[in-house]
């Protein structure tokens, strides 16, 4: 019995072809709950569950405590690993542009936040020695890269001298030029 050359190579192509789309799924993550929040820090409900957001713990997935490996001008010299009196918390969202995010740590560490799509491209980094109460502001104006309507994630970590990531966490936030329209229209 004779193997066809051409048909067991369809196959070969096929079964790693799907492999590699399978891969890409299980790379994803899921971007579907949003803590909304008004332009001065208040929590008004939410869309979708958003149970897991902007809490602290103590590790995420390997693929996505990769996500702060990039550097940044600050170094973990004279930072110890600092209580965590106010996780990162995002005001508003969902927001047109602009968007603010406040933390209270009780020393001197070094925050890392890491903006990314569904498909953990990162779109955005910032880094900073914080002590005490910090407020960022992180622009998302450039529509070529944060469309109407994108949903992303932000991740964050908290490092100190010989602890790096000794925090980390993570929000869903949601990009919408709604003009006059709901905060509703926005998830739609």
Known sequence: M???????????????????CEKDVEDAI???????VDPVGNHVGESGSAADDWKVTTSL???EMQLF????PHNLVNTIEANITLPLTPFPNPFATTQRYVTNVA??????????????NILKTYGAKI???????????????????????VYYSYSALD????????GDIKICDQGAGSVQDCFK
């Open 131 to 153: 002590k005490g109460s910090h407020v960022l502001e992180l622009d998302y104006s450039d529509r070529s890269k944060f469309r109407d309507r994108a949903a992303l994630r």
């Open 163 to 170: 602890r790096p990531s000794y925090r980390v966490g993570y």
């Open 2 to 20: 004779r193997i066809n050359l051409a048909l067991l190579t369809c196959c070969v192509f096929a079964l790693f072809s799907r492999c590699s």
């Open 69 to 72: 490996d990039f550097d940044t």
């Open 107 to 120: 020393d001197s560490v070094v925050l890392k936040v890491v903006v990314v799509d569904a498909r953990l």
């Open 61 to 63: 997935s390997p693929t």
């Open 30 to 36: 899921q971007i579907q709950g949003f803590l909304l």
